[in-house]
């Protein structure tokens, strides 16, 4: 094996054009592995170390240059500033003496199938591309829900974000807690603010507005789930985002004017906690995405029929399915959809029977989702995508809320119910 050594990018072109199969080597972490293990045994090494391009970079205005031969090393400790994300994955990266010898150019280069840099580079214009979560649920004495509950939260895991690769494991475990349910959004309200607290962070480190990386990463229609369903319908996360952004923010101190101070817009409100004084603002932000019926890509479906006829001259409608009512609204739905759908306004609703047709199960509001949209058939204004409809709501409050005291405060807050000694650190 011959040993190559030029000391210009000329010399470096002549020799390769000389010798065609020779191997370039900077730091050598990948191709010495291959040597030392007969995987490969290369007829020319040609050293790249004397160019000395390869081991500067440059920072312009809005891009870093890197030479292929920087080390990791040196990204962490001269670069951190410029590219904080990159520096941050370079500490992962092998052992000191790798990071010493090794460079993202190298590593690329040569389809290294350890790939340290690859994952680093992507992530550095802000996108998401791998997701690895692991999500413990306490499901306490009585773990009766928890299987939905696990369901829910690892099949939305990543939010609404589009994420090639995803590894999340979910497991619940019985507690000596009291026992609890699946109620309002179950799973999808803890997942939410895991990945949503989560989001700020990268953001930070990237030195990008929270709103413009999850605009970056958002879903749309087409975008495949991490359980492999593809999401056929609109998904206007973007565009949310969007005008969530552009809407105006309130006065900093809105409860003052020319004419004094408002007390029904202090902070507290007329419970009179403060007058305004020390009050800081704080902005967060935070989307969540919520399953709608069985959701996974199951088949779900429900029958209804509607019959109309004329009593007195006067047009009835008549609504008949198996859906059992237990306190979602539906019959009040059902009632609303038929009289807007056909312009009828006497509309009976039959009780439930499952002679109709099968209804599926009443579980969660799914219900005034599924039969609802079998009525909806009927209407030109369709489709309403009624299902709970303050449950969506209750997804993201709460992350938004601990965003917003982080971007006042600087604190990080992970865990809920948030006290004042958690504020004031004194706990």
Request: aromatic residues 4%.
């Amino acid at each position: 094996m011959d040993f190559l050594r030029p000391a210009s990018w000329e010399e470096a072109l002549a020799a390769k054009a000389e010798h065609p199969t020779a191997v370039p080597i900077a730091g050598g972490t990948d191709v010495m592995v291959e040597i030392n293990f007969d995987h490969r045994r290369p007829e020319y090494l040609m050293d790249l170390n004397r160019i000395g391009d390869l081991h500067h970079w440059e920072v312009g205005g809005e891009s870093v240059r890197l030479g292929a031969s920087v080390p990791y090393s040196g990204i962490m400790e001269h670069l951190r500033a410029e590219l904080p994300g990159l520096a941050l994955a370079s500490r992962t990266v092998a052992s000191p003496q790798i990071r010493n010898r090794g460079g993202v150019g190298g590593n690329l280069g040569t389809a290294s199938p350890a790939g340290d840099a690859h994952p680093a580079l992507l992530a550095a214009d802000g996108r998401l591309t791998h997701v690895k979560a692991r999500i413990v649920l306490d499901g306490g004495a009585y773990a009766s829900a928890s299987p939905a509950v696990v369901g829910n939260a690892s099949s939305l895991g990543v939010g609404p974000y589009a994420v090639d690769d995803v590894e999340i494991e979910a497991i619940a475990l019985c507690t000596n807690n009291p026992p609890c349910g699946a109620m309002r959004g179950f799973g999808a309200v803890q997942a939410c603010f895991a990945y949503e607290a989560q989001m700020d962070k990268p953001a930070a480190r990237l030195g990008m507005d929270p709103v413009e990386l999850r605009q970056l990463n958002a879903m749309e229609q087409g975008t495949v789930t991490p359980t492999g369903q593809p999401v056929d319908s609109p998904a206007p996360v973007a565009e949310l985002l969007r005008r969530l952004k552009a809407m105006p923010m309130p006065p900093e101190r809105q409860w003052e004017s020319s004419e004094g101070a408002d007390v029904r817009l202090l902070p507290g409100g007329l419970s009179n906690t403060t007058h305004g004084e020390g009050v800081v603002r704080g902005v967060g932000y935070a989307v969540g995405i919520r399953n709608v019926g069985f959701s996974e890509g199951f088949d779900d479906y429900s029958t209804a029929r509607v019959r109309v006829e004329a009593v007195g001259g006067e047009p009835v409608a008549t609504v008949h399915t198996a859906m059992a009512e237990v306190g979602q609204g539906g019959v009040t739905v059902h009632a609303q959809i038929a009289r807007t759908g056909l312009g009828v306004a006497r509309v009976t609703i039959h009780p439930a029977d499952t002679q109709v047709g099968s209804a599926g199960s009443t579980s969660a509001s799914r219900q005034t989702y599924v039969t609802v949209d079998v009525l909806e058939l009927a209407d030109d204004h369709a489709p309403y995508g009624l299902r709970g409809v303050g449950e969506a709501r209750t997804l993201s409050s709460t992350p938004a809320v601990l965003a917003a005291i982080r971007d006042a405060t600087g604190l990080e807050l992970n865990r809920t119910p948030v006290r004042p000694e958690h504020l004031t650190g004194t706990v």
